[in-house]
């Protein structure tokens, strides 16, 4: 990990069913981020398309490394000097009527650097909200994190959070990659505790974009996109709306953490 402290910035979106102004929302809202100083910013899961039905995602699929989601997200990374965690985008796979939900990593000069499928989909019904991402999405098989200036970096997505033995597969990071659409149902009761668990128990960084507002197809998304700190520490937070989060990562405050509190090495079980 550097041993320098540098700026980490969490963008939220109220997402909706054109690819193109999303991407536009996304573009400045990158800018802001960039503008206070960010060296990493992520988007949210969903970023480019939260179309009016499930299906939506699946007719704009792009096939790997090619596509305008995919050459926006090197484009933008390279334009404003950033490391760029774009999560998510529809990606092809061999079912037609399917699509891997997927993390991309830019470096700043636009470059890919790690590409992640979110593994866990989401299932839910409550006898008046249902979803079952199952039907439109192929998980993925393969815990990833990525090796960085900034320090090691794991990749997850939104209901991937409840599964812990994902963060502990990636072994010792850095920081924790969260982007998420939290339905505001699920988000009000389990989201802050589940993003300040996973900070606390991998004694690392949680950085958290999230969409957060209703969209045009209804849906609500629960926001309070957040930085949260290897102590469980919430560092900033914007609870509902368009918006960007920033926070000073501090390596120092890292490894002073993981000295006075070995729990990563007092491991037993695996």
């Given at each position: ?5 540098f ?21 400045a809202?990158i ?14 899961e ?70 992640y ?12 909200e ?120 501090d ?20």
């Amino acid at each position: 990990m550097s041993k320098e402290n540098f700026k980490i910035a969490a963008v939220q979106m109220v997402s909706s069913p054109d690819i193109d102004d999303n991407l536009k929302r996304a573009d400045a809202l990158i800018a802001e981020a960039a503008a206070q100083g960010a060296r990493v910013v992520g988007v949210p899961e969903y970023f480019c398309i939260l179309g009016m039905r499930d299906s939506d995602k699946v007719a704009v699929r792009e096939p790997e490394g090619r596509g305008p989601i995919q050459s926006f997200l090197a484009a933008t990374a390279a334009r404003y000097k950033v490391w760029l965690v774009g999560g998510t985008v529809p990606l092809a796979c061999p079912d037609p009527a399917k699509v891997m939900n997927t993390v991309l990593v830019f470096n700043d000069r636009g470059e890919r650097v790690a590409r992640y499928d979110k593994i866990h989909l989401f299932g839910f019904n409550n006898g008046t909200e249902r979803y079952e991402e199952s039907r439109t999405i192929e998980h993925g098989l393969h815990p990833v994190a990525v090796d960085t200036p900034f320090g090691r970096m794991g990749l997850s997505v939104c209901y991937d959070l409840r599964f812990p033995e994902l963060y502990r597969a990636f072994g010792p990071v850095d920081v924790i990659w969260v982007p998420s659409a939290f339905t505001a149902t699920t988000g009000k009761a389990h989201w802050e505790p589940l993003l300040r668990a996973r900070a606390i128990e991998n004694l690392a960084y949680v950085v958290a974009p999230a969409q957060g507002g209703t969209h045009a197809n209804g849906r609500s998304t629960h926001g309070h996109s957040m930085i949260i700190d290897p102590w469980g520490v919430i560092l900033a937070e914007l609870d509902k709306g368009e918006g960007v989060v920033v926070a000073e990562v501090d390596p120092a405050h890292t490894a002073k953490l993981r000295g006075q509190l070995p729990a990563l090495e007092h491991r037993r079980v695996s």
